[in-house]
């Protein structure tokens, strides 16, 4: 099986900086993409960034400019940089990953345990 290990988040005041990084580990063939979502009490999961397997990044129009996804150089390491936070972005946060397991079984998604990120005005 896989397991998706988050870190970083926290409490910190608006305009603040935190970096969330989530390691994979177990049985792993490949990893294709990775990403970060983020739950607000009462409402749905969201999309907040996500990283191909080759480097391509995409990001939800609210954290543009103010988030950056990376990844090691391993490829199961992925990690969220934010900045200029806001109370709004104030959330659960989960890492995903697509992965391989198995030679001839399709992709899955695995997910983290989440980790809280609290931003206070």
């Known amino acids: 099986q896989v397991q998706l290990v988050e870190s970083g988040g926290g409490l910190v005041q608006a305009g603040g900086s935190l970096r969330l990084s989530c390691a994979a580990s177990?049985?792993?063939?490949?990893?294709?993409?990775m990403g970060w979502y983020r739950q607000a009490p009462g409402k749905e999961r969201e999309l907040v960034a996500t990283?191909?397997?080759?480097?391509?990044?995409k990001y939800v129009d609210s954290v543009k400019g103010r988030c950056t996804i990376s990844r090691d150089n391993a490829k199961t390491t992925v990690y969220l940089q934010m900045n200029s936070l806001q109370p709004e972005d104030t959330a659960v946060y989960y890492c995903?990953?697509?992965?391989?397991?198995?030679?001839?079984?399709?992709?899955?998604?695995?997910w983290g345990q989440g980790t809280q990120v609290t931003v206070s005005s």
């Open positions: 995903n990953a697509q992965a391989l397991i198995t030679i001839g079984s399709p992709y899955r998604n695995y």
């Open positions: 177990g049985i792993i063939l490949r990893i294709n993409d």
């Open positions: 990283i191909t397997r080759n480097g391509g990044t």
